[in-house]
């Protein structure tokens, strides 16, 4: 059974950068017709996509985030990773990682999800 | 604003048939048929119910089932129970190879 699970600061200063680990068990990251996607939620908000990595490290990001975002593979650790640099108010979400199975486009599974605050 | 927009609440009795709808445009829902759906449980991870717009993964009941008329897509419950209490997201491939997910639907069970 797969399972992901995100880790991370829970507390972002403005202006820092946001990073986020995805832990993949029971499967390995770099095998397999899957994406590795990072997604969020705002507090009373819908979901964002925000972007993924192939296994072999091509990336795709939404374009509203694209000029701050980064997305890496860590096969030694079986880990994917998020960066998200400059961050605001507006970046305070639960951000989410799941795993994207090409062959039925679908996200799954997904991890819990992780809070992220931005504030000083 | 959500890419996709899916009604805020609804609600119904144990034993009633639901639907919720997830309306989008002709650059996603209505050009794709990569229209999914999830549960979500707060707390827990979003749960994979619809995929391909009808399609039920295994371990899905079959009382979950999708459809999609032009721009919007559907999930119908039926035979409501309190388990399905949950949000329920909807997401779609779009034109500009990026996915969208609708703001959710809080489901309550009365």
């Known amino acids: 059974q797969v399972q992901l699970q995100e880790s991370g600061p829970g507390l972002v200063k403005p202006s820092q950068t946001l990073s986020l680990a995805c832990a993949v068990s029971?499967?390995?990251?770099?095998?397999?017709?899957?994406?590795w996607t990072w997604i969020r939620q705002p507090a009373g908000k819908g979901l964002e996509w925000i972007g993924r990595?192939?296994?072999?490290?091509?990336?795709n990001y939404n374009p509203s985030l694209k000029s701050r975002v980064t997305i890496s593979v860590d096969t030694s650790r079986n880990q994917f990773a998020l960066q998200l640099t400059s961050v605001t108010a507006a970046d305070t979400a639960v951000y989410y990682c799941?795993?994207?199975?090409?062959?039925?486009?679908?996200?799954?599974?997904w991890g819990q999800g992780t809070l992220v605050t931005v504030s000083s | 604003q959500s890419a996709l927009t899916q009604p805020a609440s609804v609600s119904g009795s144990p034993g009633q048939s639901i639907t919720l709808s997830c309306t989008g445009t002709?650059?996603?829902?209505?050009?794709?048929?990569?229209v999914s759906w999830y549960q979500h449980h707060p707390g827990k991870a979003p749960k994979l119910m619809i995929h391909?717009?009808?399609n039920r993964p295994s371990g899905v009941s079959d009382r979950f089932s999708g459809s999609k008329s032009g721009n919007t897509a559907s999930l119908t419950i039926s035979g409501l129970q309190a388990e399905d209490e949950a949000d329920y997201y909807c997401?779609?491939?779009?034109?500009?190879?990026?996915?969208?997910f609708g703001g959710g639907t809080k489901l309550t069970v009365l």
């Open positions: 799941a795993r994207y199975m090409i062959a039925s486009r679908t996200f799954d599974p």
């Open positions: 029971g499967a390995s990251i770099s095998s397999g017709n899957y994406y």
């Open positions: 990595i192939s296994t072999s490290g091509s990336t």
């Open positions: 002709s650059s996603d829902v209505g050009n794709y048929n990569y």
């Open positions: 391909d717009v009808s």
């Open positions: 997401s779609s491939y779009t034109s500009s190879s990026i996915w969208v």
